[in-house]
């Protein structure tokens, strides 16, 4: 009776799909689907560097930025305007400048200091636009801006 069951528990085990998946076969250094190339805490693709960290920036992400007043409230494309406010971060920590009218559209902006950004008024139709500032800390959003006719 012993080689019979046997013989069924092999077939049987031959027959059925594996319980847990595949990849947990996987080897080192293997790239599988689903688990990109980090699979056995292989080290990261682009390597690590002692002085690249040290040379990294340390962002204050608990300073929440806000934005005091847009100079001038009203401007037409192409312009520069001043954005004025608090807790912008250091430059390497700035983020950027958005503009709700713009889109994804990439706002070109000069960081100034950790209180003032000059950006370029984008080339949108007129109308009122919101303008945000983002930093390590945040969002801000500023009050209605009024984007003139060119």
Known sequence: MAPRFLSSL????????????????????????????????????KGHNEQTVEKDPVCDSSKRPKIIKVEPDEAKPGETITIKGEQFGTKDCFRGVAFSAAGPTKIDYTYVNDTTIQATVPDVGPGMSFIDVVASGGTARSKAFLVQAK
């Not at 250094?29 to 688990?35: C, K, Q, S």
């Open 10 to 45: 092999l077939l049987f085990l031959l027959l059925t799909p594996p319980l847990f998946p595949v990849h947990a076969f996987a080897e080192e250094g293997m790239i599988v689907d689903g688990a990109g190339y980090t699979l056995h805490d292989a080290e990261s693709i």
